[in-house]
């Protein structure tokens, strides 16, 4: 019996990455090729380690087309769609979301600048100071500086400007205190 010949061009076309060419559509320079492989978007990755799986290897599955794997894989009903894995990638691969993530603090900068949430400092006349302790979980591991952006400005619209004092290091260089954004409660 002979062994079966099988041709590059109809394994080629059986093995057709359905998720990068939808990556491809959404995002026209979606090159999911141009992968270092440096695991940035792991380390910071909330859904890191969580059913054997972890955002490097989701993308590397994706490239070599393994599409059946990762579309029954129950992984991205896991993933807090933070973005954290595009505010690190060195390559500024953004891996599609469809939901996205909000803090309360992003809407108070919102409506502060809008007019419709009135603050004021007046009340802090004997100019109390205050500084903000970046929360890391927030910071570093999801919404990144423009949520430490917008939580400094709605600090200092609250306090006034001149009583508010950065703290070093700060934003996503931050020190971790050690109290998981507040997950440490027993």
């Not at 695991?39 to 989701?58: E, Q």
């Not at 802090?124 to 990144?144: A, E, M």
């Not at 001149?162 to 109290?179: L, Q, R």
Request: charged share 25%.
């Amino acid at each position: 019996m002979m062994p079966e010949v099988i041709e590059l061009t109809r394994l080629r076309n059986e093995m057709r990455n359905g998720i990068s060419d939808k990556v491809k559509e959404l995002i026209p320079d979606g090159n999911l090729s141009a992968c270092l492989t440096c695991g940035t978007c792991t380390s910071g990755c909330p859904a890191t380690g969580l059913m054997d799986m972890y955002p490097r290897k989701f993308l590397r599955m994706a490239v070599f087309g393994q599409d059946r794997e990762l579309e029954r894989h129950p992984w991205v009903w896991v993933c807090t769609m933070c973005n954290r894995c595009y505010d690190a990638c060195p390559m500024k691969l953004n891996i599609p979301h469809k939901f996205e993530f909000r803090s309360i603090v992003e809407y108070y900068a919102r409506w502060i600048r809008e007019g419709k949430l009135p603050v004021t400092s007046h009340w802090n006349r004997t100019g109390i100071k205050f500084t903000v302790q970046d929360p890391c979980n927030v910071v570093r591991k999801s919404l990144g500086d423009r949520f430490a952006d917008d939580l400094r400005y709605v600090v200092k619209q609250v306090v006034g400007e001149d009583n508010f004092v950065e703290m070093a290091p700060n934003k996503s260089n931050n020190f971790c205190c050690g109290t998981g954004g507040g997950c440490c409660g027993s």
